[in-house]
């Protein structure tokens, strides 16, 4: 069966929703790493050395596990998007590329067309 050409409100391609609600958590988590090693350091300062290289480790860990996890469902949406539009491409003829409202006085039909 035909892939429909038309497509209409409710035929839309997949929700960004997720991928931005996971996006921003990454950046969140990102920004939380500093302050997390001033709050470690501070801790180890005080005493807890053990709590405050366990603090460091896991905002770490949370961050890069955010960002692998964003990015991943960000190539994933961008494979669904891709698959689920139809980008058709099509070659372009000379008198296509001709404007009517080029007045320069020169006669460019033909003229070659090349791509620098």
Same mark, same amino acid.
């Given at each position: 069966?035909?892939?429909?050409?038309?497509?209409?409100?409710?035929?839309?391609?997949?929700?960004?929703?997720?991928?931005? %609600?996971?996006?921003?958590? +990454?950046?969140?988590?990102? /920004?939380?790493?500093?302050? =997390?090693?001033?709050?470690? @350091?501070?801790? *180890?300062?005080?005493?807890?050395?053990?709590?405050?290289?366990?603090?460091?480790? %896991?905002?770490?860990?949370? +961050?890069?596990?955010?960002? /692998?996890?964003?990015?991943? =469902?960000?190539?994933?949406? @961008?494979?669904? *998007?891709?698959?689920?539009?139809?980008?058709?491409?099509?070659?372009?003829?000379?008198?296509?590329?001709?404007?009517?409202?080029?007045?320069?006085?020169?006669?460019?039909?033909?003229?070659?067309?090349?791509?620098?």
């Amino acid at each position: 069966m035909a892939r429909q050409t038309i497509r209409y409100d409710g035929d839309r391609g997949p929700s960004a929703k997720p991928l931005i %609600v996971l996006t921003v958590l +990454a950046v969140l988590l990102l /920004v939380a790493v500093p302050i =997390s090693i001033l709050v470690a @350091l501070f801790m *180890i300062v005080f005493g807890h050395v053990t709590g405050g290289f366990a603090v460091i480790g %896991v905002t770490l860990l949370a +961050a890069i596990v955010s960002v /692998v996890v964003a990015g991943a =469902s960000g190539i994933r949406h @961008l494979q669904k *998007i891709v698959e689920y539009k139809s980008f058709r491409v099509v070659q372009l003829g000379r008198r296509e590329y001709h404007y009517e409202g080029d007045n320069c006085g020169h006669d460019h039909s033909n003229d070659e067309i090349r791509i620098v």
